[in-house]
């Protein structure tokens, strides 16, 4: 395959996020239903999307969504920056998103997980059959990954985050995550090659 997974192209034929209903409003942080419910409509695209990227299945959406919202209403009330709200929940839906990898690696080191993945899925609708298959490839390879080094290969190279912002979402250091990256690219280049 020639096409590369990292470079400046990087996977941008990756299904883009949902925008936000008006993403220039600050929300009102409240865990009363009127102000809720409107918050929960707003971000949910945004956490799906995130969570798509990170997982790869879209069975375990709406899962995944409902946790991080039950998460979110316990702890709203302690976010006094509305302005940190999106930061907030995207540092919930990666810490969600590496519990539910790690129980999916668990249940397939034990054979109990024999859900396969659809990784075409994620491919956005201007992709080639050329980068379809190299991201499935690429997922594949990351389904054998540590769920850390995964998200944190994803958050930097599909998501396409800083690398303060990976330490933060991930909870690593910077240093961490730089070890973290060059591991998951050896990989990932290991496996192209016998491509």
């Known amino acids: 395959m020639t096409v590369q997974p990292h470079g400046p192209a990087r996977l941008r034929v990756v299904r883009a996020a949902a925008p936000a209903a008006d993403p220039n409003s600050a929300p009102v942080l409240s865990s009363e239903p009127e102000h809720f419910d409107p918050l929960y409509r707003r971000f ?61 690696n668990l249940r397939r080191a034990l054979h109990l997980d024999s ?50 912002s990976v330490a933060d979402l991930s909870g690593c250091s910077q240093s961490t995550v730089q070890r973290r990256l060059l591991d998951a690219q050896a990989v990932i280049d290991r496996e192209l090659a016998h491509e």
């Open 44 to 104: 949910a695209p945004y956490v799906a999307s995130i969570a798509m990227r990170l997982l790869g299945r879209d069975a375990e959406l709406d899962d995944l969504v409902q946790d991080v919202f039950v998460e979110v209403l316990r702890g709203i009330g302690r976010l006094r920056e509305p302005a940190a709200f999106k930061g907030w929940l995207a540092q919930i839906t990666v810490r969600t998103a590496m519990r539910r990898l790690r129980q999916r």
């Open 115 to 164: 859900a396969t993945s659809d990784y075409d899925a994620l491919a956005g609708p201007e992709a080639t059959p050329d980068q379809r298959a190299l991201i499935a490839t690429i997922y594949r390879v990351l389904d054998r990954l540590p769920a850390q080094t995964r998200v944190i290969w994803i958050l930097r190279h599909v998501l396409e985050e800083p690398l303060p």
